[in-house]
């Protein structure tokens, strides 16, 4: 038997990060967000507003053209193949490997972390039948045999497989029926709550907000207009927040 090793949640910090494009336009301006180890937060907003940007600041694909980006206090720059290992990252669209089975995508981040076979396939096997797709079944399955539910899921298992300290997810749900949704968001909150992480999800949806996030980050045009724990923001008279509540409510009929 392998011990189960836990790693510790990060600290994410924003300090006053501007991203300007090659074109000089203002992306994200003055952004400040710190987000304390453990905790979850939905980063809501319009298509456009710049959440993905926020999400590719902290995996280092994006550099801040001013301010600095923290993790655990440490600069993003420089060689991030390493600390990348310990962020979880899920996409609306999985990206999961083509040409590797079910078993080899999940089995990705643990390889490269070193972990013997024997542990990844006992992670794996967990993982997956916490999922609904197990093992036996599913492992030796490629991507294109999936339905879009599937390989979401499985998405969720290769990002959360090695206990990211950080996962960050970028409307990981949004392109799914809202049945296997309401069940994936479900699942994914019970994962996330047995593994000590910290957790930036953005999405558009405001049931999907409430549900994951313990405080809600509104970002409009490059800004972010409130920041609010999830009670608060529900009952905030900011007008952004209430045409944000409002555009979401079921019609009247
Ligand atoms: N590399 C880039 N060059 C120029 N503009 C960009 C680039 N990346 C994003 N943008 C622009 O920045 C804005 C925010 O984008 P994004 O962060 O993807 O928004 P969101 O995820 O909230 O929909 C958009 O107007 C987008 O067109
Ligand atoms: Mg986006």
């Known amino acids: ?19 300007v494009s090659p074109r000089g336009e203002t992306i994200l301006n003055a952004i400040a967000l ?14 456009g507003a710049g959440k993905t940007t926020i999400l590719r ?6 550099a801040p053209s001013t301010g600095r980006v923290l993790i655990d206090g440490v600069e993003m720059n420089g060689d991030l193949t390493e600390r990348r290992r310990h962020i979880g990252t899920i996409l609306q669209a999985p990206a999961l490997f083509p040409h590797r089975s079910v078993y080899d995508n999940v089995a990705t981040v643990p390889r490269l972390l070193d972990w013997p076979e024997e542990r990844i396939r006992e992670a794996a096997r967990e993982m997956l039948d916490r999922l609904g797709m197990p093992l036996d079944r599913f492992g030796p399955r490629f991507p294109r045999s999936l ?21 960050l997810c970028d409307e990981p749900f949004s392109a799914l029926d809202p049945l296997v949704r309401r069940d994936l968001q479900d699942e994914f909150v019970g994962l996330r709550d047995r593994g000590h992480v910290t957790m930036l999800f953005v999405t558009h949806d405001l049931a999907e907000a409430l549900r994951v996030g313990r405080r809600i980050v509104l970002i409009d045009r490059g800004e972010i207009v409130c920041d609010l724990p999830r009670e608060a923001f529900v009952r905030s008279d900011h007008p952004l927040v209430r045409q ?7 019609p009247e009929i």
């Open 1 to 19: 038997m392998c011990a189960v090793t836990v790693n510790a949640a990060s600290s994410v910090s924003l300090e006053d990060v501007s991203v």
């Open 57 to 62: 600041l902290l995996n280092g694909l994006t």
């Open 147 to 167: 339905s879009g539910g599937e390989q979401q899921r499985i998405g969720i298992a290769r990002a959360m497989i090695a206990q990211p300290a950080l996962l």
């Open 244 to 250: 944000f509540i409002e555009a979401s409510r079921l």
């Open 34 to 47: 710190r987000i304390e180890a453990g905790d979850s937060v939905a980063l809501a907003g319009r298509s």
